[in-house]
């Protein structure tokens, strides 16, 4: 299939591949960045906002304003424009999309596990979830007490069954097991994927498979990084890695046994692309780190616009919306909050 | 379409006299002013705070707050719609409500409103609860009746079998249960109440996880659909009653319920409480009903007083908005006492801004005057137009290529008649002209109507260009006659036919038999030539000479145009190395053809056309024999090539190279004597000021003279036949209105039965308007749209402009969200 895509590509890709263009081309730029920076209150946001693609989901809230009620607005673009996507889609770009979201399905997962456990209101639970990740019996995942509960009760029905077979144990939950059991829904999950894409083949595997290594390889630092000092032990550590990505299977053995930060970073900086990463970085210094990943995953992703043909787009673009309304969030909570001066410390230019 | 008044004589060939204005306005009075502006809707602003974001502008906060109070207003309409109401189109007198009294009053509305709709909302989800609870009531109550009916049954059959020797049948467990002691059941816990039918499944499947399958589980259908308390949307719901055993069951279940948003009621076993919570129930329904209808009228009252305001609000509103926008282009001086707006506006509206701005000063009682000063500028102006409703479609047909550079020649002009003209040569048939002419004509007398009325967007379509159709109707009335088609059918109008028969036996018409005893038809075709064998040899023939007639007519005067722009603008440059060229090439070859068809046509010479033209370029010095037209053929033609052949090389050389020449003059300061060649002071200044910053490439020019030759040259061989659409399409036409008038009218005619004839009546007036009437006008339209566009413009029409935008109120009622 490699190399005739663009034969065949466009009887059922090519609407939604032109679509999701004209989607991307409305995402900020530095210029609209710079002007929201400069403002004042919430309502200099909104009124900035009315002017571009989020202006009718804002124009109807009521003035005082929240930051909560922008990103929710600004979400609920993006999940419109989701599900119009997936709407006209046909396979296998229907399925590639719906794995877009299973991301957000897990962390959504998690995030009722772990508020049930500190006994929050489901309700309350349901509101914080990402709407992206919701599946139909989300709500009654409160019920179950332990792993296996969970995966009988609930997850058998979702998509995310298969990447449960790793982690069922009767344990109780706790703030730990759910931890791992995260890393390891997500190792499965993005292992899976990126089998999926390399079954699609073309330029859809060979630019999703250096997405989501970098995305694999992300977790693996992450998840060394705030493994440090806790009673994981190294080969349980090992076991949350990816199985695949540039650190695979070299990095991940000099990862495990990393101690502190600075051991990590001289792990990292045999790798080229990631040397630019932690060199920016002064010693000891992992507040930035997250920030920098961002930076490098945005280049990354808006590389995927530069081939045409291929599904990385859908990815892509999800991805790059996500980002902006994270820095939206960041911009309208230093607003709210009085803290202009660290507006500039978290927003990611896109372009 | 908004239609403009315009004072001065209508004058569409050249746009309007622009001159760049600054208006230096007080502070105190610069509201009033530009809403007065507004009204006159002839000032176009320009933004001179572009680089300055919305929200940083002088204005800011009061678009803000027109903005809320838009919102308002669209809070109420959107209740206005729910409840069925249409704000009032009459609008209600206007007493003047200014802006603050105005957001005071909707603040407080939308607060009243806001609390009726919570106390709604609450008695509303009370009466809903009670709605499900008294479902509950009746559905679990069947339920447990049939159950304890089967029960009862099932025990007497079981009785009736002990005392028998016990069927095979009879299930061994059941017998076991029914034999225990009842005091020794456990007792058995339920929940009931009712869930969306949508998840009842999942809901049924996880429960029976939960609980490891140790639940039941009975479900009945709501037939209705039911109001959601929590929702307030109608769903389609089960009543459901669980059974369990155990607290732990008991918990995971009301934890589910809880996930599922499945409302529980109390439900008792006792037969007596349950009739008794049932007459509770009705009753409390009956009274909260109540409560919600006065609730609602209530809402609906206040939704009306709103209602009849409504739309004075909305406008007021959006004027207000529109008027800070507009406020928010202007600078502000350094003193912060006036604003300093600059725009585009005619020349004729001089006088009227400078009223306008006058009656703002007194009625706003401001000390100091507003001053009106005219700008020099070497910015091209905005193009405007003065049209009217008639005008107007014409001019966005020729809008819709391009907007005329500043004073350029307006092809509208031509295109009023030429457009519909050239139309009707391909849709020449007066009855189908005259079916065009009704429906447009219904469109003209309920003008007033329709133009105030939504109207689908084909219908719109229609409306909007409805002068141009019936330009079209007409015209082809007129070519019909000509053509002396009827739904393809002659007739005799003008007299009888000059042909007729020589003697009985030419029944079955040809030519040959016809002989000439009358003087010529005065009008059009003779009808004698219909249906004759020789017909289409002679239509065609006659309409092909047409069609290249036409056409080198309507290029022509696409070439003079460009000599009046270059006379004009003053160009001696494109007078000299364009238009002359052009001229001689264009008619000694194509001008030279439509003189051999007149000629051919006055002598009635059998000269082959194409033999001579093809030849004239083949073998020049040959000697033309039979296709001799006239004395001196040969020698014209041959000066004729010769000119043409010079015109190339005219057009292409000597223009780039005198520009070259001009621009290095100029550059060694000596244009000051060109300068004073034009008399218009705007037309100057861009090319003084210009040349300082442009430079000069030649070989740029050079191709751009190149590629303009060559598509000249080209364009002559290819626009002459392009014209022969007019010819092909005329053709289909009359042959598919012959087609279906013979093979369908008259055939069904020929039946002698009145059910064929009325089929084919119908079928036939379905095919007339559908085909010929529809689809026809759509391809002459849009081929009469390309011969403007493409042959008639492209030979003079630059199409860079921009159009003059006013600030204007009329505008806004248009603009809908």
């Given at each position: ?8 590509f466009?009887?059922?890709g ?7 263009r ?7 730029t530095?210029?609209?960045y ?7 209150t919430?309502d ?26 922008i ?12 599900k ?5 889609a046909?396979?296998?770009?229907s399925?590639?999309?719906e ?5 957000h ?5 998690v995030?009722?596990v772990?508020?049930?456990l500190?006994e929050?209101d489901?309700?309350e ?12 019996s989300?709500a009654s995942?409160?019920?179950?007490q332990?792993?296996?509960?969970l ?11 298969p ?8 344990e109780d ?6 931890e ?17 894409c ?13 997405l ?6 992300r ?6 990084i705030n ?11 090992k ?18 046994v990393?101690?502190?930060?600075d ?6 900086e045999k790798?080229p ?14 507040q930035l ?13 808006c590389?995927?616009?530069?081939q ?15 980002q ?6 960041w ?10 001066s660290?507006v500039?410390?978290?927003?990611v230019?896109i372009? | ?15 309007e ?20 502006l ?6 176009q ?30 809070f109420f ?27 005071v009053k ?7 409103l806001i609390?009726?709709n919570s106390?709604n ?16 009531l009746?559905k679990?109550g ?10 009862a049954?099932q025990?007497?059959?079981?009785q009736?079998?002990n ?6 049948d009879s ?9 225990t002691?009842?005091s020794?059941?456990i ?5 009931s109440?009712?869930?969306s ?17 140790n ?8 037939e209705?659909s039911?109001?959601?308390?929590v ?11 669980v059974?369990?055993?155990g607290e ?12 599922f948003?499945?409302?529980?009621y ?6 007596s409480?349950q009739?008794?919570?049932m007459?509770e129930?009705s ?7 109540t ?5 609602l ?8 007083t ?6 004075q ?5 959006k ?6 926008h507009t406020?928010?282009?202007l ?7 006036c604003?300093?707006?600059e ?8 006088d009227?801004i ?9 009625d706003?009682?401001?000390q100091?005057g ?38 350029e020649a ?16 391909m ?11 009704l429906?447009?004509?219904?469109l003209?007398?309920?003008?007033k ?10 219908m ?12 079209m109707a007409i015209f ?31 029944r ?9 005893v ?5 009008f ?6 219909h249906g004759?064998?020789?017909?289409l ?7 092909m ?6 056409g ?12 009046f ?32 068809i ?5 002598t009635?010479?059998q ?18 024999g ?13 000066l ?15 223009k780039?190279?005198?520009l070259?020449?001009q621009h290095?003059?100029?550059h ?5 004597a060109?300068?004073?060649r ?5 037309e ?5 000021d210009?040349h300082k910053h442009?430079?000069?490439?030649f070989?740029?020019v050079f191709?751009h003279?190149?590629?303009?030759t060559?598509?000249?040259v ?7 036949a392009?014209?022969?659409r ?14 279906f008038y ?16 009325i ?15 529809v ?14 566009w493409?042959?008639f413009q ?13 600030f ?6 248009n603009?809908?969200?």
């Amino acid at each position: 299939m490699y190399g005739f895509e663009a034969l065949t590509f466009n009887i059922h890709g090519g609407y939604l591949e032109a679509i999701v263009r004209g989607h991307r081309s409305g995402l900020f730029t530095a210029a609209d960045y710079n002007n929201l920076c400069q403002c004042e209150t919430l309502d200099d946001i909104k009124m900035h906002l009315s002017a571009t693609e989020y202006g009718p989901y804002l124009q109807n809230e009521p003035s005082p304003l929240h930051t909560t009620t922008i990103v929710e607005k600004c979400t609920l673009k993006l999940v419109d424009e989701y599900k119009h996507m997936l709407c006209q889609a046909t396979e296998p770009l229907s399925t590639f999309l719906e794995y877009c979201r299973y991301g957000h399905m897990i962390d959504n997962v998690v995030l009722i596990v772990t508020g049930t456990l500190h006994e929050r209101d489901v309700q309350e639970l349901l509101e914080k979830c990402h709407p992206l990740g919701m599946f139909d019996s989300i709500a009654s995942l409160a019920v179950a007490q332990n792993m296996r509960e969970l995966y009988r009760l609930v997850l058998v029905d979702t998509p995310l069954a298969p990447y449960f077979s790793e982690c069922i144990t009767s344990e109780d939950l706790d703030d730990m097991n759910i931890e791992i059991m995260r890393n390891t829904l997500y190792k499965a999950y993005l292992e899976d994927f990126n089998r999926f894409c390399q079954k699609l083949g073309g330029a859809t595997a060979e630019i999703m498979s250096d997405l989501l290594a970098f995305e694999a390889d992300r977790r693996a630092v992450n998840i060394t990084i705030n493994s440090i000092g806790t009673e994981l032990t190294r080969d349980d550590r090992k076991k949350l890695y990816s199985n695949f990505g540039l650190l695979y299977p070299y990095g991940h053995e000099e990862l495990a046994v990393c101690e502190d930060l600075d051991q990590v970073r001289g792990v990292m900086e045999k790798y080229p692309p990631y040397q630019s990463i932690f060199s920016r970085l002064s010693y000891g210094e992992s507040q930035l780190l997250d920030k920098a990943f961002y930076e490098e995953e945005v280049k990354r992703l808006c590389l995927a616009f530069e081939q045409q043909f291929h599904y990385a787009v859908f990815f892509a673009y999800i991805r790059l919306r996500e980002q902006e309304i994270r820095n939206l969030m960041w911009i309208s909570e230093c607003v709210a909050q009085n803290q202009k001066s660290r507006v500039h410390d978290s927003v990611v230019f896109i372009f | 379409m908004v239609e403009q008044r315009c004072w001065p004589k209508m004058d569409l060939l050249r746009s309007e006299s622009m001159q760049l204005v600054q208006l230096i306005i007080p502070l105190e009075s610069a509201h009033r002013a530009i809403s007065y502006l507004g009204d006159l809707g002839l000032f176009q602003f320009k933004d001179l705070n572009a680089e300055k974001s919305p929200f940083q502008r002088t204005y800011a906060a009061q678009i803000k707050r027109c903005a809320e109070m838009a919102r308002k207003l669209r809070f109420f309409k959107e209740h206005m719609t729910k409840t069925g109401m249409l704000p009032s189109t009459r609008s209600a007198i206007t007493n003047d409500i200014d802006l603050d009294n105005l957001e005071v009053k909707l603040g407080e509305l939308e607060a009243e409103l806001i609390e009726i709709n919570s106390n709604n909302e609450k008695l509303e989800h009370s009466y809903n609860e009670l709605v499900e609870y008294k479902l509950v009531l009746q559905k679990a109550g069947e339920l447990f009746y049939s159950a304890q009916r089967s029960a009862a049954v099932q025990q007497r059959e079981l009785q009736v079998d002990n005392h028998g020797e016990g069927s095979i049948d009879s299930p061994l467990l059941l017998e076991q249960e029914m034999i225990t002691d009842p005091s020794k059941q456990i007792k058995l816990g339920f929940v009931s109440g009712l869930v969306s039918r949508e998840k009842s499944m999942v809901f049924e499947r996880i429960l029976f996880r939960a609980t490891r399958g140790n639940v039941f589980l009975k479900q009945s259908v709501v037939e209705n659909s039911v109001v959601d308390p929590v929702s307030g949307e109608k769903v389609e719901k089960n009543v459901f009653v669980v059974f369990y055993s155990g607290e732990r069951a008991k918990n995971k279940i009301l934890k589910i319920c809880e996930a599922f948003g499945a409302n529980r009621y109390p439900f008792a076993e006792d037969l007596s409480k349950q009739y008794q919570m049932m007459t509770e129930v009705s009753a409390r329904l009956i009274e909260l009903k109540t409560t919600i209808d006065v609730g609602l009228a209530h809402q609906s009252n206040l939704l009306q007083t709103i209602g009849f305001q409504f739309e004075q609000w909305n406008l007021l509103v959006k004027k207000e908005k529109y008027i800070y926008h507009t406020l928010n282009m202007l600078s502000i001086d350094v003193t912060k006492k006036c604003l300093v707006a600059e725009g585009w506006c005619p020349a004729f509206a001089t006088d009227q801004i400078q009223n306008a701005l006058r009656r703002a000063t007194i009625d706003s009682s401001s000390q100091i005057g507003a001053i009106f000063q005219v700008l020099q500028t070497k910015e091209s102006p905005p193009t405007y137009f003065c049209t009217n409703k008639f005008t107007s479609a014409f001019q966005e047909i020729v809008d819709a290529y391009g907007i005329a550079k500043y004073q350029e020649a307006n092809p509208s002009v031509y295109t009023i008649i030429t457009f519909p003209f050239l139309f009707a040569v391909m849709f020449g048939d007066w009855g189908h002209g005259i079916c065009l002419l009704l429906v447009t004509l219904y469109l003209i007398i309920r003008e007033k109507k329709l133009s105030s009325k939504k109207l689908g967007d084909i219908m719109e379509m229609t409306f909007s260009g409805r002068y141009v159709i019936m330009m079209m109707a007409i015209f082809s009335i007129y070519t019909g006659l000509i053509y002396n088609e009827f739904f393809s059918v002659p007739f005799e109008l003008f007299g009888p036919s000059a042909y007729a028969c020589r003697d009985q036996s030419c029944r079955d018409a040809s030519t040959a038999g016809l002989i000439k005893v009358r003087d010529t038809y005065p009008f059009g075709v003779d009808p004698k030539w219909h249906g004759t064998r020789s017909e289409l040899p002679f239509l065609n023939s006659l309409k092909m000479k047409m069609s290249i007639l036409l056409g080198v007519a309507q290029m022509n005067l696409g070439i003079m145009m460009s000599y009046f722009n270059a006379k004009f603008f003053g160009d001696k440059l494109n007078i000299w190395y364009q238009f002359v060229p052009q001229m001689i090439f264009l008619n000694s070859l194509f001008g030279y053809l439509s003189l051999l068809i007149i000629v051919k046509w006055c002598t009635g010479s059998q000269a082959d056309l194409y033999h001579v033209m093809i030849y004239m370029f083949l073998s020049p010095t040959d000697d033309l024999g039979d296709n001799q037209l006239f004395l001196g053929q040969k020698f014209l033609q041959l000066l004729l090539l010769l000119s043409a052949l010079v015109a190339v090389p005219w057009m292409l050389f000597p223009k780039p190279f005198l520009l070259k020449k001009q621009h290095e003059e100029r550059h060694q300061g000596q244009s000051y004597a060109l300068v004073d060649r034009t008399d218009d002071p705007l037309e100057i200044e861009p090319h003084y000021d210009s040349h300082k910053h442009e430079e000069f490439e030649f070989s740029e020019v050079f191709v751009h003279q190149l590629i303009h030759t060559i598509e000249f040259v080209l364009g002559a061989v290819s626009n002459t036949a392009s014209y022969l659409r007019l010819w092909a399409l005329s053709l289909a036409h009359s042959e598919l209105s012959s087609v279906f008038y013979d093979k369908v009218l008259l055939l069904a005619w020929g039946f002698n039965n009145t059910i064929i004839l009325i089929i084919g009546i119908i079928v036939f007036v379905c095919a007339t308007v559908g085909v010929l009437l529809v689809m026809e006008t759509l391809s002459a339209f849009l081929h009469a749209l390309r011969l403007h566009w493409v042959e008639f413009q492209n030979k003079f029409y630059e199409g860079d402009g921009y159009k003059f935008h006013p600030f204007s109120f009329a505008l806004l009622g248009n603009e809908d969200e």
